[in-house]
Each structure stands twice: as structure tokens, then as C-alpha cells.
């Protein structure tokens, strides 16, 4: 079946360093993914999202492009601050519209 | 876009009682999607509920269980039923939106706490 897996956390940075979360992905057809946000004490929010092969999806200075030949999603961002301590989670979903979410990944930013 | 709305945000439970979990969303949408997430662990799908049908659910989850009601368009109702403390969990209530590669919104959650 669909799955996702995800680089273990936490992951720990200082404020300004640069954050690559590993993602990769196994799914039948040609799936969509995303990346979703979890703050403290939040509900899950998407950050960002890539419908198709070689495409970039960004939001708030995150990045992260849909690499087909590699199955994988790797989120990005040139300079973290403390403010996106945060756990984020890879997902996918296929066309039965249910998404297949990875374990997700915690992120700790110290100033 | 999608604003929704759940009830009870939080609530601690006892052994063997059951609680309701309410999801009403402010647009008619014909899927609604119920989610766990337990104590630091991913999102895990309960069931698919979709409007004037039974509820399709994922393995390992049952109605007996999780029994889920979708009266119409703009709500659904969660149970969890005979809560023993594996059951603390958030439960999360999710709509799809923008077609076939559109995303999923989601609840703020409903944390419960089963002693």
C-alpha cells in the first residue's frame, strides 16, 4: 500500500541554520503531497503542497519539490527561526482523496 | 477554504464510558474524513463518512467502536465507544477541498484523556 516515511526526530538547530527534513514515498499512480505544519498546542495546518513531477511548492520561506524519479519530498528552508519549532509531517494522497500521512518530524529551533 | 469547528476541544473520560466528538464544517462538503493521532504519533484514518451512507472504515477500526453519524452535509459525529486508556488520543475531523489534488483541512482536534 501507500506509504511515507519520514527522518526521525527531533531534529535540533540554531536560529538562522538551514533545515532539509527528509521524505520519501511509496504509492500506486501518481500521487499528490504535502507537507502539514503542527504547532504546540495547534491543530495541523498545510504549509505547502506539489501536484505533479518537478513540481516546487513554497510557503513561508519553506521549500520542497516533487522529485518523481527519487519518491521523495524533502522539505527546505534556508534560515529557520525559533518560531517554526514546530513537528511537521510528509503526506500523500491519491485519487481516493485519503491522506497517507508520514510520522512526522519535531523540530526544536534555539535562539 | 474550509473553517471547522469541533466539540469537545478536550475532556477527560473514564474507563468503559463512551464520549461524541461533533465536527460541523461552514460549507456542505460529501466527504468527511475522521482521524486519530495518539500520544506522539503520526495521523492514522479511522473512517471515511460520507453523507447518506454507511461510514467506510480502515483496518483495524470498527463501528461498534467508532461509530459515526453523517446527518447531512455540514456535520458528523465521532463515538468512541467503551473508552479504555488506549483510546487517549486527539481525534481529528478532516474535509478535502480544491478537486482531486486539493488539500486536506482539518480540525483543531479533540484531545481526550481516558484514566
Known amino acids: 500500500g501507500d506509504s511515507v516515511t519520514q527522518m526521525e526526530g527531533p531534529v535540533t538547530l540554531s536560529e538562522e541554520a538551514f533545515l532539509t527534513i527528509n521524505c520519501t514515498y511509496t504509492?500506486?499512480?501518481?500521487?499528490?503531497l504535502f507537507w502539514y505544519v503542527q504547532y504546540p498546542g495547534e491543530g495541523l495546518q498545510l504549509l505547502l503542497k506539489?501536484?505533479?513531477?518537478?513540481d516546487k511548492g513554497s510557503n513561508k520561506g519553506f521549500e520542497a519539490t516533487y522529485r518523481k524519479e527519487t519518491t521523495s519530498f524533502h522539505l527546505e528552508k534556508g534560515s529557520v527561526q525559533v518560531s517554526d519549532s514546530a513537528v511537521y509531517f510528509c503526506?500523500?494522497?491519491?485519487?481516493?482523496?485519503?491522506?497517507?500521512f508520514g510520522t512526522g518530524t519535531r523540530l526544536l529551533v534555539s535562539p | 477554504s474550509a473553517v471547522i469547528s469541533q466539540k469537545p476541544s478536550r475532556d477527560i473520560c473514564q474507563r468503559g464510558t463512551s464520549l461524541t466528538i461533533q465536527c460541523q464544517v461552514d460549507?456542505?462538503?460529501?466527504?468527511m474524513f475522521w482521524y486519530r493521532q495518539q500520544p506522539g504519533q503520526s495521523l492514522t484514518l479511522i473512517a471515511t463518512?460520507?453523507?447518506?451512507?454507511?461510514?467506510?472504515?480502515e483496518s483495524g477500526f470498527v463501528i461498534d467502536k467508532f461509530p459515526i453519524s453523517r446527518p447531512n452535509l455540514t456535520f458528523s459525529t465521532l463515538t468512541v465507544s467503551n473508552m479504555s486508556p488506549e483510546d487517549s488520543s486527539i481525534y481529528l475531523c478532516?474535509?478535502?477541498?480544491?478537486?482531486?489534488?486539493?488539500?486536506?483541512?482539518f480540525g483543531e482536534g479533540s484531545r481526550l484523556t481516558v484514566l
Open positions: 478532516s474535509v478535502p477541498t480544491g478537486g482531486v489534488n486539493g488539500e486536506l483541512f
Open positions: 504509492a500506486t499512480g501518481y500521487p499528490s
Open positions: 506539489a501536484t505533479k513531477a518537478d
Open positions: 503526506a500523500l494522497k491519491t485519487g481516493f482523496q485519503k491522506l497517507v
Open positions: 460549507s456542505q462538503v460529501t466527504m
Open positions: 463518512a460520507n453523507q447518506g451512507s454507511e461510514a467506510t472504515y
